[in-house]
């Protein structure tokens, strides 16, 4: 179950200090991943987390600044100002009961302003993490032994994939073994989009995914994630 079924009195119990909020998309993932890949990627790394760290689970944001994949369809998007309300928002009213940190963990790359909000919320007092960075993913896939870099495998190839199989294979089609698609050289992507340098909406190799993988990697986010939580407790 991604979404928590817990109780007003459950989490009374709990008494955590610190909620988990998914956030992801509602984009094309080329023919083989669903629209709702990065929220299910998002809403299963967030479910693992809270659970391992006894953590406030909250349901995902499910639509996002999906803006580059404009002309897929099925593809909607939000303005990067109502994503912002929409965080912003939530971490306030997390305050007003009594759950003063937030960490914010994000399954697709366009939502930018993320950084900018996390930014400003810490410059302000309040304490927010986002997760995984970069860095935490490029330490996971060492840990999982998966191929393809980020730069390699930036959307719908092996990571994602193998993710899906692990977790949701139902939601995998068979193929994922034949899209393999590389584009190095993505520096227009912001003004062109996804539909000109991908027209199959894949960068990156889904024939490498595996669920062996995927659970790997799913392992090594929760590991990954103990050294941001610190940071969060050190400000207690």
Not at 97 to 125: E, F, K, M, T, W
Not at 215 to 236: P, Q
């Amino acid at each position: 179950m991604l979404i928590s079924t817990a109780t007003s009195t459950d989490e009374a119990t709990r008494s955590a200090k610190v909620a988990v909020l998914p956030v992801g998309s509602f984009e094309q993932h080329g023919s083989h991943l669903p629209l709702s890949t990065d929220t299910l990627i998002a809403a299963t790394i967030a479910h693992r987390i809270a659970t391992d760290y006894r953590l406030l689970l909250l349901p995902p944001v499910t639509i996002s600044c999906s803006h580059e994949h404009s002309g897929f369809a099925g593809t909607v998007s939000i303005s990067a100002s109502t994503l912002n309300a929409i965080v912003t928002d939530i971490a306030a009213s997390l305050r007003q009961g009594g759950v003063p940190r937030l960490a914010i963990v994000n399954a697709h790359g366009g939502n930018y302003v993320l950084s900018n909000v996390v930014q400003q919320a810490n410059v302000c007092g309040t304490s927010t993490i986002l997760f995984p960075r970069s860095d935490d993913w490029s330490d996971a896939r060492r840990r999982a032994g998966v191929t393809t870099n980020n730069h390699e495998d930036m959307h719908a190839g092996e990571a994602e994939t193998s993710i899906l199989l692990a977790a949701h294979p139902e939601s995998v089609r068979p193929e994922y073994r034949d899209a393999d698609n590389s584009v190095d050289d993505r520096r227009h992507l912001l003004t062109i989009g996804m539909s000109t340098l991908a027209p199959d909406g894949v960068i990156g190799r889904p024939s490498l995914a595996s669920a062996e993988k995927g659970k790997a990697l799913l392992d090594a986010f929760s590991e990954l994630f103990a050294s941001h939580l610190e940071l969060l407790k050190d400000l207690e």
